[in-house]
């Protein structure tokens, strides 16, 4: 699916901002590679890597194009970060409920992601950000807001170095609009980053 040599990793169920999580893109050679990344960019003006200001772990897929935090790294440094599905938050009341989706046969999908590097003094971070875009009818329940789903016939496209013309990328960052999702609630400890394991991707109990 991913054509490229996967690393040996153990399996994540609730990564967090600023963690390191698996990416795909293209090398100096244009062949893919899968390298570990922290999650969650760091701009260039970013005085040091503990910046509040350069918190960000999403980025509109509608703005990338001309924002400056992110448009060098749209036209030059796209990725693939594949996952099993991704949790969302959806309002009940006066709390929250979290949701596991995922696609209903378990493989894999991608979001599509941009990737940079940032370097002071002898020091150098590589980060990266998913790109989201407007809910489709079944996130739309729980959340407005999604990622960026890739269809593997997409892949290329999205990763080839020499791709730079805004149109041809941005017809690719709409809201997924396959029916082979599924969403379900989950329990709230997935709220907690330190909570890790199978658990937490189990339906709730009704």
């Known amino acids: 699916m991913f054509d490229v040599e996967p690393l040996e990793l153990d399996p994540r169920y ?26 969650g960019p760091i701009p260039h003006w970013a005085k040091d890597p503990s910046d509040l200001k350069a918190r960000m772990i999403n980025a509109r897929s509608e703005t990338v194009a001309s924002k400056p935090a992110y448009r060098s790294a749209f036209r030059y440094r796209r990725c693939l970060m594949p996952a099993a599905g991704f949790y ?50 079944l996130v739309g329940e729980i959340h407005n807001r999604m990622p960026v789903i890739l269809r593997p016939e997409d892949f290329e496209l999205w990763l080839e170095s020499d791709i730079r013309v805004v149109s041809d990328l941005q017809r690719l960052l709409t809201p997924y609009g396959g029916d082979d999702l599924e969403a379900y609630p989950v329990a709230r400890t997935v709220g907690n980053p330190r909570a890790e394991g199978p658990e937490l991707v189990q339906p709730l109990a009704q």
């Open 14 to 39: 609730n990564i967090a901002p600023t963690q390191d999580i698996p990416i795909i893109r293209q090398d100096e050679d244009r062949n893919r590679e899968m390298v570990m990344l922290r999650w």
């Open 88 to 137: 969302e938050w959806k309002k009940e009341g006066n709390r929250k409920q979290p949701y596991f989706l995922r696609r209903k046969d378990g493989e894999l999908m991608s979001f599509a992601g941009l990737w940079d590097r940032w370097e002071r003094d002898h020091e150098a971070i590589e980060s990266c950000v998913i790109l989201t875009t407007d809910a489709n009818q």
